[in-house]
Nanobody
Framework: QVQLVESGGGLVQPGGSLRLSCVVS????????MGWYRQAPGKQRELVAS???????NYADSVKGRFTISRDNAKNTVSLQMNSLKPEDTAVYYC???????????WGQGTQVTVSP
C-alpha cells in the first residue's frame, strides 16, 4: 500500500521560509509524478507545484519565483521549499502521488502552514 507522510509545516511570519517534505513508501517512487496541493479554509484544493520523475516542474502562478519543488528518487522524497511566504499562503498542504501510467492518486494526511505576524 502506498503511503505518503508529510512533515515541515508550522507557523512563520510573512517573508519567512519553510520547507515541506514528503516521504513515500510502498511502491516504486520513480513511477509517480509528485505534487503539492493546498487547501485554505472555505476554498477548493489547488495545485501548488508538481514534478515528474524526469524532473519536469510546474508551478501555480501565485507561487512562481517563491516556491521550489524537488525530488530525490533515491530517498523516495519530494520537497517544497517555500520562500517569501505571504498570509495568503496559509493552508493545509497535501503531498500527492500520481502513477504515470494508471493515473492512480494517493494523498498524504496534510500539514498545516500558517503565515501570520
Amino acid at each position: 500500500q502506498v503511503q505518503l507522510v508529510e512533515s515541515g509545516g508550522g507557523l512563520v511570519q510573512p517573508g519567512g521560509s519553510l520547507r515541506l517534505s514528503c516521504v513515500v513508501s510502498g511502491s516504486i517512487f520513480s513511477l509517480y509524478t509528485m505534487g503539492w496541493y493546498r487547501q485554505a479554509p472555505g476554498k477548493q484544493r489547488e495545485l501548488v507545484a508538481s514534478i515528474t520523475s524526469f524532473g519536469s516542474v510546474n508551478y501555480a502562478d501565485s507561487v512562481k519565483g517563491r516556491f521550489t519543488i524537488s525530488r530525490d528518487n533515491a530517498k523516495n522524497t519530494v520537497s517544497l521549499q517555500m520562500n517569501s511566504l505571504k498570509p495568503e499562503d496559509t493552508a493545509v498542504y497535501y503531498c500527492n502521488a500520481r502513477h504515470f501510467h494508471t493515473g492512480t492518486l494517493y494523498w498524504g494526511q496534510g500539514t498545516q502552514v500558517t503565515v501570520s505576524p
